[in-house]
């Protein structure tokens, strides 16, 4: 019988340049692979194992519910769908309402419906113009590219979809500018950015785009797919950041529901008002045959969703990625060597920039990403961290992280990086 690697080879399409890795069970902050090597998980499947591999509590219920009731269309009324918007509006704490689906890229495409809604039908219109930033990342359908402030998400599937542009991310000036183009309708903001290595906005950004938005009756929306429910040490992370600045939608998934597929948007009761007088909250403007989905929202996922958030809670998690997520600010900073220029982050979304010279100081092979380099050398050392772009490295650990694994993975880069 073929291997893993062999399988992957010979059937599934290539659109992943993967790590010779087969992974084969995970528990906690940990995961073993076929052969039984043991890593420490700081990738954490790019911040969605929120708590970990096989929490015994999420494994309880959804073993329960999988033998109960998996799968309804959404032409029907399921409680645990019902539960779980109730919890995530009460976690943002303002007036609103859900829309499920099944990852970050659809949840973001629900934003870009929605805003090409509301710039069509309410007073000012029509408008289409959604400004987002450069650097960001905001999936990978043909609106989620043409949204993506990275040229090279784009080659290949041009032309883009109309009606995006694209400035400097913290450039208040900029987004000024560009937000007063004749038919702009809405401003997306990733408040960490994490595709392009942890950056955060600041406070002033945040702010600024808010304000415009009130100015002009534009929407402000936050794509917190990578950044939110926990990850920051808040439950939304732009409160982080700037905590008086309230968006009028939000895109989650990744860590939403610990492993499993599910994205959302939270979208506020603004009140929207049209030409003909009438009005009507934003979070109703999406009505029956506007938008849908046939997985999202299932009796399963939600479960298992609900749970996931209610271990965050129930077990301190957002205390600990604060506490733990500055401890590893100081580990981390603490390594002495040259190869590190930066080390960033909010929470336990962290970011480690490498030095512009790191190539030739460490004598990579010619045409060796340094990223990449560094991130098999972890490998071999026991540590799985992602990387982005050329010259930066993520950790991401589960919010449940202890800190003993935080020092563990520490030690495990410093030693790689003398080893260089």
């Not at 039908?121 to 999936?139: A, D």
């Not at 542009?165 to 990733?190: C, W």
């Not at 772009?389 to 694994?405: D, Q, S």
């Amino acid at each position: 019988m073929s291997n893993t690697r062999e399988l992957y080879d010979q059937y599934i399409i290539p659109t992943y340049g993967r790590f010779d890795l087969r992974l084969a069970r995970g528990r906690g902050s940990e995961i073993w692979d076929e052969d039984g090597k043991r890593y420490l998980d700081f990738g954490a499947g790019i911040a969605v194992t929120s708590i970990g591999h096989a929490h015994p509590r999420v494994v309880r219920v959804m073993q329960e519910q999988i033998g109960t009731l998996v799968h309804t269309s959404n032409l029907y009324y399921t409680r645990p769908q019902g539960v779980l918007a109730e919890r995530l509006c009460r976690l943002v704490a303002r007036p609103g309402k859900v829309f499920f689906c099944n990852s970050g890229a659809e949840a973001n495409e629900a934003l870009y419906k929605l805003a090409r809604k509301f710039g069509n039908e309410s007073t000012g219109g029509p408008r289409i113009g959604i400004v987002t930033m450069l650097g960001s990342f905001h999936g990978r359908t043909l609106g989620g590219i043409s949204a993506t402030g990275q040229d090279k998400v784009k080659k290949g599937f041009e032309p883009m979809v109309e009606g995006f542009r694209h400035v400097p991310f913290n450039d208040t000036a900029a987004l000024t500018a560009a937000v007063a183009e004749k038919g702009t309708v809405a401003i997306l903001i990733e408040p960490v950015q994490g595709e392009s290595g942890i950056h955060p906005a600041s406070a002033d950004f945040l702010r600024t785009a808010r304000r415009l938005c009130d100015e002009k009756n534009l929407l402000l929306f936050f794509d917190e797919v990578q950044c939110g429910l926990g990850r920051t040490g808040d439950w939304c992370g732009w409160r982080s950041i700037a905590p008086d600045v309230e968006p009028d939608a939000v895109s989650w998934a990744k860590g939403i529901a610990g492993g499993f597929p599910l994205g959302a948007i939270w979208v506020s009761d603004r009140t929207v008002a049209f030409s003909d007088g009438t009005t009507k909250p934003l979070c109703d403007l999406l009505g029956p045959g506007t938008h849908g989905t046939t997985f999202g929202g299932t009796p399963l996922v939600c479960v298992g969703a609900n749970e996931v958030l209610a271990v965050i809670e129930e077990e301190g998690m957002l205390a600990n990625a604060r506490a733990l997520g500055a401890h590893a600010l100081d580990v981390l900073r603490a390594i002495a060597t040259p190869l590190i220029k930066e080390v960033r982050g909010v929470g336990l979304m962290l970011g480690i920039e490498l030095a512009p010279d790191f190539a030739t100081r460490a004598k990579l092979p010619e045409g060796k990403v340094p990223a990449l380099f560094l991130v098999e050398r972890l490998h071999e050392a026991g540590l799985l961290t992602i990387p982005s772009g050329t010259h930066a490295l993520r950790w991401l650990p589960p919010l449940n992280v202890r800190r003993e694994e935080i020092e563990e993975a520490a030690a495990i880069l410093e030693r790689t990086l003398a080893a260089l």
